[in-house]
């Protein structure tokens, strides 16, 4: 943690639901009185596009995270994490859902996944792969991958002390209002993976 500010990038591809995800732990963060500050830098325009989203918690003082700078990396997807990893800072953990998807251009040779985990490996102190997505389709809404992985992350200690699972339900609910109830479910899942997982 640089100080007293806990930075996390968030990354995965469109339509994972990594704007949400950032959006539920700010207001966890909130909801435990820390300051929080998202910042969505490319990709929203585009499904399947690469998304990355900076969050800071605690006293920030600029909205993006410098490379090299990240307690955390939470990662929907697997090419992905591999990409951003360059973010992560040491004694960094990095929780990753263990899908991957192929690049739409012809001709791409599409790396192993156990190069893209050893590929994440060499950055993050601790590394955690839960299979969100196949958890997620398994309880018939692939919607609710993005709350398995916070639930993973939270009990990987990846956001430390700032969010814990009871801050994030309520940060869940007021968030995605409806659906709260799916999703709060899958938070638990994704906590319960990272307990077999240590």
């Known amino acids: 943690m640089a100080g007293d500010v806990l930075n996390i990038v968030v990354t995965g591809i469109g339509g994972q639901g990594q704007i949400t995800l950032a959006r539920v732990i700010a207001e966890a963060a909130l909801l435990n009185g820390v300051n929080a500050i998202v910042a969505e830098t490319h990709g929203l325009s585009q499904r399947g596009g690469t998304v990355i989203v900076h969050v800071r918690l605690g006293n920030a003082d ?51 996944p156990s190069e893209l985990v050893s590929m994440v490996k060499t950055r993050a102190s601790k590394l955690v792969i839960v299979p969100a997505t196949q958890e997620a389709l398994e309880r018939g809404d692939v919607r609710v991958a993005n709350m398995i992985l916070l639930g993973a992350a939270i009990e990987a200690g990846a956001l430390k002390d700032y969010i814990d699972l009871e801050a994030a339900e309520k940060a869940i609910q007021n968030v995605l209002g409806k659906a709260a109830k799916p999703n709060i479910a899958a938070l638990h899942r994704g906590a319960e993976l990272a307990r077999t997982k240590q």
């Open 62 to 112: 600029a909205p993006l995270i410098p490379p090299g700078a990240a307690d955390a990396l939470l990662s929907m997807e697997l090419i992905e994490a591999a990409r951003y990893s360059y973010y992560l800072a040491e004694g960094s953990i990095a929780v990753v859902n263990d899908y991957l998807v192929p690049p739409p251009l012809p001709g791409v040779k599409i790396p192993e």
